[in-house]
């Protein structure tokens, strides 16, 4: 599996499925997440509709999966990260975990292209340099699985690039 880093919009990346930094409403939101919403159309809303009344809202660490509307994309997977406030070895868990559900819902729709945005660090306040370390290690865990052929970080802004490309081209990570 191929990993890395480009600075982009993440609503222009052609891939199987792109991540979206959701709130558990799944109703869309601000940042990546209205961005994806608006982009992708109605038909992302309704879906997300449409799990909510099966299951109610999502929970932090969770991922969902939908169809990805007007995007170029087959899929958006719908993780919901965790609102920094005053942080902590929990946050840094359920961080985690949005990473590995959202690459256990690709591995078991067969994507083989994941664009993941920087879940948690805009309006959520993740510190951005730990929140590059925990997905970086998260997804690097899957290397050895044959579904999934490449994960890309889009990183919307220079710094949060700026820290994906330095640690996936340390040679000590």
């Known amino acids: 599996m191929e990993i890395r880093v480009i600075q982009s919009d ?3 990346i052609k891939a199987d499925a792109i991540v979206n930094a959701a709130n558990s409403s799944l109703l869309g939101g601000s940042g990546v997440d209205g961005a994806i919403h608006r982009k992708g159309g109605s038909e992302i809303l309704k879906a997300c509709k449409d799990i909510r009344n099966k299951q109610g809202k999502c929970n932090v660490g969770e991922a969902v999966i939908t169809t990805a509307g007007n995007l170029d994309a087959r899929y958006v997977i719908h993780t919901v990260g965790p609102v920094w406030n005053q942080g902590g070895k929990e946050k840094e ?4 975990e949005c990473y590995n559900n959202t690459m256990l819902l690709a591995m078991e729709n067969n994507v083989k292209t994941v664009a993941f945005p920087n879940i948690s660090t805009g309006i959520y306040k993740f510190p951005k340099d730990l929140a590059a370390q925990i997905a970086i290690n998260t997804i690097k865990e899957y290397k050895a699985q044959e579904i999934v ?3 890309i970080f889009v990183c919307f802004d220079k710094e949060n690039y700026e820290l994906y490309y330095k640690i996936l081209n340390n ?3």
Request: hydrophobic share 40%; aromatic share 0%; proline share 0%.
């Open 10 to 12: 993440i609503t222009t």
């Open 149 to 151: 052929e490449e994960v």
């Open 171 to 173: 040679k000590h990570n």
């Open 93 to 96: 868990i359920l961080l985690s």
